[in-house]
């Protein structure tokens, strides 16, 4: 009967045992996730010659965002390997004969859960935005350094001394470019351009110099001052030349502007509040556009040129399909730059709108991941006990769980995205569902008991 007398030693005894499975099942969905992202870090040690110490670092800045989605899941493993192992040792048996309840058993961790979801919403707000904006920080400075680090097909890469190269096509493993262009700016003010159908592309051992080996090609150069007016084009077959880096030292730049995801949540609600004023302020021009056009309101423009969004949209379309959907206004009797200039800021309000909900979905998100530790516990413990079962089984059923979730969690914020879903439940609609799932699970497994009440 000790249980009955101290649960807290239950309570300590499942915390005990639920260490193991929470950093098994953490390391797991780590481990997974990692695998997505490690073939571009060994890339860039391998076949972009970017030194290991910092390839490294970046590696460990990527893992912060894979800490925040792992410590859920290492709950919800740990809850289910452990009341499973429980169940399948009659130790849950054990505990119904002397009165214990089950939500007594799980006290412990939906607790621990508790705090866990706190230390993640802190984690969430101020290391892991540091964390990721160091990390493009760092993959700006490799890009400047090493540009053939990060070469991207259609884009000018300015990082040279007195050249730019754009390349339509590149295979970043073997060097091979297609449709090359090079502005090369050393000899006059007029740059002298060079196209090539292919070539390859190579940093020599030990140099920090591009070479570049162009094949079929040709070269549009303008001559000095004493030619002024010619203009002279040669073709070859193959032509080598050497880009030399603006700069062979990794400087961390400077950038004062942060993405969403290296921002904090104070960060957010400022940059939400100025999006609102420049709303407000938009709105308040559009009105008097709108009323010198000879519309009561702004609105009633709106109502006859804007598209009906988000679930409006569906059922719209869908009663439109039955025949029952009203039909919208004409908007063919407008001036058509008076309907251009209204459309347009129209555009501007709905991008602030999708901007706003943008920032609203990562502020949510930095919340709602943490509490799904609790979710998770209330999930895992009854369906442990159902299990019966405390082996490596279990670890499957805990990341194909988690994978679910994680569907949901990405479904959720596309949804947001597109305005069929506002930002709030979106993100807290996993939770919820997955919520209803646990909570009766959790009363279906305390109703078996011959006690029904917390001891």
């Not at 949804?415 to 506002?422: E, I, K, P, V, Y």
Request: aromatic share 10%; glycine share 8%; net charge positive.
């Amino acid at each position: 009967m000790s249980f009955r007398a101290s649960p807290s030693l239950l309570e300590r005894y499942i915390l005990r045992e639920s260490v193991l499975p929470f950093i098994l099942g953490f390391a797991t969905v780590t481990f997974l996730f990692i695998l997505d992202f490690l073939f571009d870090f060994l890339d860039l040690l391998i076949a972009r010659d970017v030194p290991f110490p910092i390839v490294l670092e970046l590696f460990v800045l990527a893992l912060g965002w894979i800490v925040a989605l792992s410590f859920p899941c290492g709950a919800l493993v740990a809850a289910l390997m452990t009341f499973g192992r429980m169940a399948q040792d009659n130790e849950v048996t054990a505990m119904r004969a002397v009165g214990v309840n089950l939500l007594t058993a799980m006290r412990g961790p939906l607790v621990a859960s508790l705090v866990l979801a706190g230390l993640l919403v802190a984690f969430n707000n101020y290391v892991l935005p540091e964390s990721n904006h160091r990390f493009a920080n760092l993959r700006y400075a490799i890009q400047r350094k090493s540009p053939a680090a990060k070469i991207e097909p259609g884009i000018f890469i300015d990082a040279f001394d007195k050249a730019s190269l754009l390349v339509k096509e590149i295979n970043p493993k073997t060097g091979e470019m297609k449709d090359i262009t090079i502005y090369d700016y050393s000899q006059t003010s007029i740059p002298t351009t060079i196209l090539a159908k292919r070539g390859h592309m190579e940093y020599p051992k030990g140099s920090s110099t591009l070479k570049l080996t162009l094949e079929d090609g040709e070269i549009h150069e303008v001559p000095g001052a004493a030619a002024e007016g010619k203009y002279r084009r040669g073709k070859f077959d193959q032509h080598v030349i050497y880009l030399r880096q603006s700069g062979t030292r990794l400087e961390m730049p400077d950038r004062k502007n942060r993405g969403q995801r290296e921002m904090n949540i104070n960060m957010m609600l400022d940059e939400i509040h100025q999006r609102q004023h420049e709303k407000a302020e938009r709105l308040t021009e559009l009105e008097s556009r709108a009323v010198k056009a000879g519309f009561p309101s702004y609105e009633a423009f709106e109502k006859i040129a804007r598209s009906p969004r988000g679930m409006n949209a569906l059922l719209r379309g869908a009663l439109g399909k039955m025949g029952l959907g009203k039909a919208r206004p004409d908007s063919t009797r407008l001036d058509p730059r008076v309907a251009a200039s209204l459309e347009m800021g129209r555009l501007e309000i709905d991008n602030l709108d999708r901007r706003i909900d943008s920032f609203r979905v990562e502020i949510h998100k930095k919340i709602s991941i943490p509490f799904a530790c609790v979710v998770f516990v209330l999930i895992g413990a009854p369906l442990g006990i159902r299990t019966r079962r405390g082996g490596f089984a279990n670890m499957a059923i805990a990341v194909a769980f988690f994978m679910i979730y994680y569907v949901f969690l990405i479904g959720g914020e596309q949804l947001a995205d597109r305005g069929f879903l506002s930002p709030a439940l979106a993100m807290w609609l996993p939770n919820l569902l997955f919520g209803v799932v646990g909570a009766y699970l959790t009363a279906s497994v305390v109703g078996i008991g011959p006690s029904r009440g917390m001891r």
